[in-house]
């Protein structure tokens, strides 16, 4: 699922996710959240997942970083801001897949033409 399909376009080929920022995501200059949301079967409603993978920007962005939202709350991965070469993220967390607003992953990026590309990713409990 597109969260946002105003703001991003995405792109799944080949097992890499390719998120692009089509229209800047601010209204009256606050952030608009976007991301993607996967579908996860066979697990708990209420439990604990570990998320492993490799991440990039496509153009070259100060102070970007991975976020998530867990289904109870939204975290910044402040400790591995995103560049233009890949890096690998390992993340633990508790996640609520009772609640409406499903779980999902974006970035901070406000860039028209930004892409987050995601490959090698890992989702288990």
Known sequence: IIYNDKYINVDIENKIITIKIIKEPLINDHFISYGIHLYLYSLERLCTINLSFDIKLKLNEDNIYFR???????????????????????????????????????INSKIVGQEIIIKNLNIHN
């Open 68 to 106: 998530l939202y867990t289904g109870i709350k939204w975290i910044i991965y402040k400790d591995k801001p995103l560049t233009t070469n890949f890096t690998n993220l390992t993340i633990t967390e508790n996640f609520n897949f009772i609640d409406t607003s499903k779980w999902r992953m974006s």
